[in-house]
């Protein structure tokens, strides 16, 4: 039975550490907020599907700060919220706030901002964007959660339901993600395009046939638009 990655206390080094229980507070000289976790630190679902929503949200690069910005769901705004709060049960407020078109969620804190990075292995905003490197050694259930909300975040299904897309600007993490869905045995292309406002280079990562979308059906979706033309494609294809 494959095994949880966990973060150890010898892992925790660049934290002032103090134990209260079970539970273990973390700080720094230079920040006075805290966050307080369990130790060993479990990555889990709920960690995986943070990581996953980091291609809409930004680690600012001098790490006194996270944000996550999202047009299509609001709810995606609460669940970002909400993992913040559950992980680490920060001391420091967690913003939610109208933008143009869309809502930003942030709260300001280095101790968070640090795990983050130094921990957890999220990309900051001036890096470019990789898929943390514990994912590829843990359970196909915690890849899984991290691909259901990075296709939430980058991914689209086609109106003729033959294919299954995600886009992004950096090629090593379309590497990243190929990767991923080859190990949870889904088979997908790589090419790359000029696409977007900019008509920049994009890579491309496309799924096809009925024996993926089979196997892709228990990573599921969490977009509206997702959800309504999956069933369309399990409809088709007898899924």
Not at 4 to 12: C, D, G, K, R, V
Not at 82 to 90: A, Q
Not at 130 to 139: E, V, Y
Not at 202 to 217: D, P, V, W
């Amino acid at each position: 039975m494959e095994k949880y990655q966990q973060i150890n206390l010898e892992e925790l080094e660049i934290f002032n550490v103090k134990r209260k229980g079970e539970i273990y507070e973390l700080s720094s000289f230079s920040c006075p907020n805290k966050i307080k976790i369990k130790v060993p630190f479990i990555l889990d679902e709920d960690v995986a599907t943070l990581a996953g929503m980091m291609p809409d949200a930004s680690l600012i690069k001098d790490l006194r700060r996270v944000y996550f910005s999202q047009k299509k769901d609001f709810k995606k705004n609460l669940l970002f919220k909400n993992l913040i709060t559950e992980l680490f049960s920060p001391n420091n407020k967690i913003f939610i706030r109208k933008g143009n078109n869309c809502h930003d969620t942030y709260t300001n804190s280095t101790v968070i901002c640090n795990f983050l990075h130094y921990v957890l292995d999220f990309s900051k905003s001036d890096q470019e964007m990789r898929a943390p490197k514990w994912l590829f050694d843990s359970p196909n259930s915690v890849k899984m959660a991290y691909l259901r909300e990075a296709f939430a975040m980058e991914g689209t299904i086609f109106k003729s339901l033959k294919e299954i897309r995600f886009i992004t600007k950096d090629f090593d993490y379309a590497v990243d993600i190929k990767i991923l869905l080859q190990s949870v045995g889904i088979t997908s292309f790589l090419k790359e395009r000029i696409g977007g406002t900019y008509r920049t280079i994009q890579y491309r990562i496309s799924i096809y046939r009925k024996e993926n979308f089979q196997i892709f059906k228990e990573i599921g979706f969490t977009n509206p638009l997702h959800v309504e033309r999956f069933k369309l494609i399990c409809e088709k294809y007898n899924i």
